[in-house]
Every structure is written in structure tokens, then in C-alpha cells.
């Protein structure tokens, strides 16, 4: 009888947490689309449809922090008001490739899309390779008002 109370626990927990993962990616959605229609925003990108990523970054125009998904917490261990304010590069390190902060930095110069991956740091200080892809958040005059970064943890290091 335990055994069956055990395995009847697992899948109402299982499918419990999975609900409460659906509920917290639409509250994120939900933030999404109040950005979306406060600045104008003609469309979010495709990519968030299409893509697995674990958090979103929102910047503005100077590439401050102006909004960061619930995974952004789990990914890097910063809370959101610990971010929020802060330029993404608070996030790299001694071992973070010039290369790669140039790359970046040029796309967004020319506030083009940008894909490619970078060393980060955990608030732990821990390092971790980040996929990225940031995406230039155009409003209905076709003016860039924000960028935003789909991420995903690909490697710890």
C-alpha cells in the first residue's frame, strides 16, 4: 500500500511542479507583454516561441537592467533587484573573452541581433558559459527602444 501512496505521490507532485513551471513562465509572459505594450513594441522576438532558454534579460537603449525573468534568479543566483539597475557585464569576469565582449558590444553599436556564447559568473562566483542571442526591441516608429537576451546555461565550468 505504501508503494502505491509513493507512486501516486510522485505523479501529483510531478505534475503539481509542472504546473507551478507553466505558471511561472506565463507570469514572466504576462511581465513581457505589459513591456511590450508600455513601450510600443511592435512584436516579441519569434525566438521565445521557438527557442529553450532559461532567462530573459530586458536592457535599455544604454544597456541597463530593466527587467530580468524568474530564471534569470535560478541561472545566476542574483534576485531581480539585485540586477535591475546594473549592466549585464556585472556578470563577467577575469576569464570572460574580450573577443566575445567585442563581438557584442559592436552588434549592439550597430544595434543589429547578436548571437554567440560568453563566460559568466554566478553570484557564487562560480562560471558558466551562456548561450545568448539579444535581440533589438523595436517600437511602432521602428525606433530601438530596448534590447533583449535570451539565455541559456550550456556548461558548467
Known amino acids: 500500500m505504501n508503494y502505491l501512496s509513493i507512486n501516486t505521490w510522485d505523479v501529483i507532485s510531478s505534475e503539481m511542479s509542472e504546473k507551478r513551471k507553466v505558471q511561472a513562465d506565463q507570469i514572466d509572459f504576462n511581465g513581457l507583454e505589459d513591456m511590450k505594450l508600455a513601450y510600443g513594441w511592435k512584436q516579441l522576438p519569434?525566438?521565445?516561441?521557438?527557442?529553450n532558454f532559461d532567462a530573459l534579460v530586458i536592457t535599455d537603449k544604454q544597456q541597463v537592467i530593466q527587467w530580468v525573468s524568474k530564471g534569470f534568479q535560478q541561472m545566476t543566483g542574483y534576485f531581480p533587484n539585485e540586477?535591475?539597475?546594473r549592466r549585464p557585464k556585472f556578470l563577467q569576469g577575469p576569464a570572460t573573452c574580450e573577443l566575445?565582449?567585442?563581438k557584442i558590444r559592436e552588434a549592439l553599436?550597430?544595434?543589429v541581433k547578436v548571437?554567440?556564447?560568453?563566460?559568466n559568473y554566478?553570484?557564487?562566483?562560480?562560471?558558466?558559459?551562456c548561450a545568448i542571442e539579444i535581440f533589438p526591441m523595436l517600437n511602432h516608429d521602428q525606433n530601438i527602444t530596448h534590447y533583449m537576451?535570451?539565455?541559456?546555461?550550456?556548461?558548467n565550468y
Do not use: C
Not at 115 to 119: E, F, R, T
Not at 149 to 155: K, L, P, S, T, Y
Open 149 to 155: 537576451a535570451i539565455e541559456r546555461e550550456i556548461q
Open 46 to 51: 519569434f525566438e521565445l516561441l521557438t527557442k
Open 100 to 102: 566575445t565582449k567585442a
Open 83 to 85: 540586477a535591475i539597475g
Open 109 to 111: 553599436e550597430k544595434d
Open 115 to 119: 548571437k554567440g556564447s560568453v563566460l
Open 122 to 129: 554566478k553570484k557564487s562566483g562560480k562560471p558558466y558559459l
